[in-house]
């Protein structure tokens, strides 16, 4: 299950939630769990509650494009391996977490990267749900693991791949 909360007012000129389904759906059938057995918030904000959200959980005082907050901490201890599989909740789904996303940043960056809103929200919705899932890229090989998984999903959905220059 898919929760969307928009915000801000900006959001109204993307199909904010089918794009978010579709993303959702194709990252969870790419890592083997049911879609409908998740539960999966997503915010969509402005630039100036994200933020907020970036200074109070990151202490960071600039907006960002997406910031995730898994519901458990699924990361390896070993740069580059697998994240360990999430356990179903007592009812039998997955708790997942939340990701917010802020309109402003992404229509920036859609602009800079000359990609539609459409495309790299879709991007950034499956690199929030990655790190829901204990995907990183702090670390090189991390960072080289999550990129392919981004990469190749994305492809699936007919995008880009959008790390190439």
Sequence with gaps: ????????????QVPLESLAGRAVTATLCKVGI?????????????DARIADLNSEFRDKTTATNVLSWPAV?????????RPKAPERDFDGTYELGDIAIAFETCLREAAEMQKSMEDHVTHLIVHG??????YDHG?????????ALETEILGKLGLDDPYRN
């Design 73 to 81: 901490d699924l990361a390896p201890d070993v740069d580059g391996a």
């Design 34 to 46: 049911a879609p409908e057995d998740a539960e999966i918030s997503l915010l969509a904000c402005s």
């Design 1 to 12: 299950m898919l929760e969307v909360l928009i915000e801000a007012d900006g959001w109204a």
């Design 139 to 147: 670390r090189d090989r991390d960072a080289t693991l999550m990129e």
């Design 129 to 134: 749900l990655l790190h829901l899932l204990g």
